[in-house]
Structures are given as C-alpha cells and as structure tokens.
C-alpha cells in the first residue's frame, strides 16, 4: 500500500497533521481518539475497505515513545541504530513467555523488557535472527519492531506536530 493512501485514510478518520515514515505504516498524527480500540478498527477496517488486507494497528502516544526511548537500556547500542530494535508487544508479557523468548536468542543477542517494551539489541543484525523470526508465536500476539533509527525518527516526527 502507499503511504499516501494510508495517509488520506487517517485524514478521512479526522486526523491532522499527518505525516508517513518510509514504505512500512509508520504514522504520525494528532486527533481526538476517545477509544484507542475503537479507532484502531475503524482504521483496520478503512484499510481492508480500500486494499483488500486487514493489518494489526498499534496506536502509541509520542509521550510513550519517548518514555521508551529514555528506557532504553542498551544506551551503547543507539550509535549503531541498526543493531537495536523495539518490539510493541501492546502488553506486558508473561514471565514463562519472556524465558521461551530468551531461549530464541544467539549468543550475540540481548533482550530486555519493560512493561509492554521489548529492546532486542542484536549486534550481527536480525535478518537471520531466531527471535526475530519467533516472536509473534513466542508471545502469541502480533507485534511489530522498529529499529533504533525509525523509533527515534517517529518520536521527532511526532515533536514536530505536537
């Protein structure tokens, strides 16, 4: 789907201030949302409307970004933005959930989580990743990563419209 059609159907939805970030659904928008929920499945529901697919829709206020960023601990890693992922999981994971998660890992990669925020720091990247390829099954949800670099992108993004 293009961005531009995703951004002219948060804009049907009252949205202002729309601005996309490459080619993978990263939105920033200000609106009145009484209902995250319900707002999430009006968007899912525009989308299938117009493309034919219904996407997982995960709604992150810019000050939870940025509390997630400040979190962050692997401090070390944002030089090599590439190497350190966020995981929106939407809640926080069960402890019996994290130890099968932590079982995925090479012996190069790292996680941590806090509350509903999972940082994967993996120095040799995650194209052949274990974890990144086990996660949604692993936490029997859909989640979504960002590296280091879009994260800290959306969050300027996000400071501009606010």
């Not at 202002?16 to 999430?40: C, L």
């Not at 117009?50 to 401090?75: K, V, W």
């Not at 966020?86 to 509350?115: H, M, N, T």
Request: with cysteine; hydrophobic share 40%.
């Amino acid at each position: 789907m293009l961005m531009k059609s995703l951004s002219q159907i948060f804009e049907a939805a009252d949205c202002e201030s729309v601005k996309t970030y490459i080619q993978s659904g990263n939105v920033v928008f200000n609106a009145r949302i009484r209902s995250t929920g319900q707002f999430g499945d009006a968007i899912g529901k525009a989308i299938e409307t117009e493309h034919g697919f219904r996407p997982a829709i995960q709604l992150i206020t810019a000050d939870a970004l940025r509390t997630a960023i400040a979190s962050n601990p692997y401090p070390q890693a944002a030089s090599e933005p590439k190497s350190l992922h966020l995981c929106f999981l939407g809640e926080p994971p069960l402890k019996a959930q994290i130890r099968d998660a932590e079982d995925l890992l090479s012996d190069s990669e790292s996680i941590a989580v806090i509350g509903s925020w999972l940082y994967l720091h993996a120095p040799d990247g995650v194209a052949r990743s274990k974890f990144a390829n086990g996660i949604d099954r692993v936490f029997r949800r859909n989640t979504t990563a960002r590296n280091w670099r879009t994260v800290t992108k959306l969050a300027d993004l996000a400071a501009t419209i606010e």
